[in-house]
């Protein structure tokens, strides 16, 4: 053992030493409280919105997006990004910013107040709750893109072709 | 303010139910899409997302279905049970669903190099059977075309050991030839244009005079005169040989095609000689078809290799097999004595090769006959 490693190997023993002769509390494992779950939910949202961004650039730079079948994936990554967007907004506003705070008046009928921005974010926040508006669509165009794709006679042979 | 909370209780309810149903709709279709072609890695990614796409929609639609029905029934407690777990569970498979998306590019790209490679081998593999299948005629070709371009050699070894002996002989025949010729204009001077003797000389200058035609043909095939080049275009020569031809040979009824390549340039040839292959040609391909057969001359440029080719073909009756290596040879010939001196053929050859070209000879017997000059093409200034 040369002289340097000693030197290497002393100090590093210090070191702990000097640990185990000031003890403090381990905290080994960490507790996830209330508002993570909200907070893993929105990043999930943006996540979403990435991966079908991609997705949409993609099918356009392979000019996949000019063929039926694949044509219908693409606006089905449109619809479903925008509902992404919309409910990320709706969590945002009520369960983050709390700028929104809802109360159940009866079975039917809401009372929806914002702490800030007035009636316009309280209209904002209603419609943002119908978000099956966009996602519904971008299911139906999946549906129909793999429908298209599925029916075509020679659906393999036309992939083929794509190919450069 | 205070809304109605009818739209959005339906429109989660009703859209939770499409969602389910089109989600399993889609699994439905990339499953079959799948089934048509499972080796395709892009069907199963589109089936891979149909299915994440598919949990995720049942996950959040049973939970949003859920949360009305519990909400609906005043059973808020529960649900705020309920909520965590479906929460949870749908933060879980958006982001599954993300993150199978995400691989389209890599799945492409997979896909992408195992249709190339595929594609390569199964060019590979229907070459191989190709060939396999062609391996024979391949071979039997190849060995007809090596046996062809050894008689090829051997005839030009040949004729060029009659040429040189051919040469030699003329050469040696020339001089008493001349002094004979010679000698007899000197008698035929001294003698009466009637006499016996004046007749008989007459004939011996004739006779000579044939035998210097004939010495002279040696020598052509032989190569030792030189042609006298000059830039003309091979079009006219053919033309003026035809009108020739037409006027000598009683050719009415024979008839005559000729198709002429017009990118055809001026060539450096000796006009006289090609004149005269080509009249033997014709003439042989006149007598070969009788009165009424058919001949054609086509000519052809290839720019690139730069080689004029003249092609004389006739349906006559053509050239047996066992001849086709001799009719270059000189003398011989398969006309009757007195119709041929077998000459025409042997000293077309040599005017061909005296302009650095090839003639070559194909012959169905019974069908025809196709000469085929091939000429370089040189104009010139190039000379």
Not at chain 1, 7 to 16: P, R
Not at chain 2, 17 to 37: C, P
């Amino acid at each position: 053992m040369t002289l340097r490693a000693n030197i290497g190997f002393i100090s590093l023993a210090g070191a702990l030493l000097l640990l185990l002769a000031i003890p403090h509390p381990a905290m080994a494992i960490q507790p996830h409280g209330d508002p993570e779950g909200i907070v893993v939910h929105q990043f999930s949202h943006i996540f979403f919105i990435f991966s079908m961004a991609i997705l949409m650039y993609w099918l356009r730079s392979r000019q996949l997006s000019l063929q039926p079948g694949w044509r219908e994936i693409k606006y089905a990554a449109l619809f479903l990004s925008l509902w992404s967007v919309m409910a990320f907004i709706a969590h945002m506003l009520d369960e983050q910013l709390g700028w929104i705070v809802t109360r159940r008046i009866d079975t039917w009928t809401m009372q929806v107040d914002s702490t800030r921005g007035g009636a316009g974010l309280e209209w904002v926040y209603y419609i943002a709750k119908l978000d099956h508006l966009l996602c519904v669509p971008g299911l139906f165009f999946l549906y129909r893109g793999l429908t298209v794709l599925s029916s075509q006679k020679d659906a393999v042979r036309d992939m083929d072709r794509e190919v450069p | 303010m205070t809304v109605t909370w009818v739209p959005v209780i339906s429109v989660d309810v009703m859209g939770a139910v499409l969602m389910i149903v089109f989600s399993v709709l889609s699994v439905r279709h990339a499953w079959r899409l799948n089934r048509k072609d499972p080796d395709n890695l892009v069907w199963t990614y589109l089936l891979w997302v149909a299915f994440c796409l598919a949990g995720f929609a049942i996950s959040r639609s049973a939970g949003h279905i859920l949360k009305q029905v519990i909400l609906v029934s005043g059973l808020d407690p529960v649900w705020e049970n309920v909520r965590p777990v479906s929460g949870s569970l749908n933060t879980m498979l958006l982001i599954v669903v993300s993150s199978v998306t995400l691989f389209f590019n890599r799945a492409w790209h997979i896909y992408r190099e195992i249709f190339t490679e595929r594609k390569a081998l199964q060019e590979t593999q229907a070459e191989l059977i190709s060939l396999n299948q062609t391996l024979e005629n391949r071979v039997e070709e190849r060995s007809e075309a090596l046996l062809k371009h050894e008689k090829q050699m051997a005839q030009t070894d040949r004729l060029a050991s009659i040429g040189q002996l051919s040469s030699g002989i003329a050469h040696e025949i020339n001089n008493p030839l001349g002094v004979i010729q010679g000698y007899t204009q000197l008698l035929l001077r001294g003698e009466k244009p009637e006499s016996q003797k004046h007749q008989d000389l007459q004939v011996i200058l004739k006779h000579a005079r044939s035998c210097k035609a004939i010495v002279e043909d040696l020598l052509n095939f032989a190569r030792r005169s030189a042609p006298e080049k000059a830039e003309v275009n091979i079009h006219d020569v053919i033309k003026d040989v035809l009108v020739f031809i037409q006027r000598r040979a009683k050719m009415e009824k024979v008839q005559i095609e000729t198709h002429f390549d017009d990118r055809v340039i001026p060539m450096s040839m000796d006009e006289k000689k090609i004149k005269q292959v080509l009249v033997n040609l014709l003439m042989n391909a006149r007598h070969a078809v009788g009165e009424d057969g058919r001949i054609v001359i086509s000519t052809r440029y290839d720019v690139e290799a730069r080689r004029l080719r003249v092609t004389v073909a006739d349906n006559g009756y053509g050239i047996d097999e066992k001849n086709l290596d001799r009719i270059f040879d000189p003398f011989f010939t398969t006309k009757p004595t007195g119709e041929g001196t077998g000459l025409g053929l042997a000293v077309s050859y040599g005017i061909i090769k005296n302009h650095g070209g090839e003639i070559q000879v194909s012959s169905d017997p019974g069908k025809g006959s196709v000469f085929t000059l091939i000429l370089p093409v040189t104009a010139a200034k190039d000379l």
